[in-house]
């Protein structure tokens, strides 16, 4: 399992319905194996999120996102930000 972003990268967020991208871009600020977290103060609700969307473990982001911190970001939504 190769880690597609390193801590110190943009990234793009993917939009889930489009194929557009979400600005502005974020700022990779670490990365770790483990599974993605949409609801961060319900475990058991994430779970079956999870299950339900068939998304497994895999590389995890912890972002910055216009000023906000997002933790256990998945792989599959960021993308490259190219300049």
Do not use: H
């Amino acid at each position: 399992m190769i880690m597609k972003f390193k801590a110190g990268q943009l990234a793009w967020i993917i939009s889930s319905c489009s194929d557009e991208l979400i600005s502005p871009p974020v700022l990779i600020l670490s990365s770790y194996p483990g599974s993605p977290k949409i609801f961060i103060n319900d475990p058991i609700k994430n779970e079956k999120w999870l299950e339900y969307e068939d998304i497994g473990s895999g590389w995890v982001y912890d972002i910055m996102y216009a000023g906000n911190i997002e933790v256990s970001v998945s792989e599959e939504w960021l993308t490259r930000f190219d300049i």
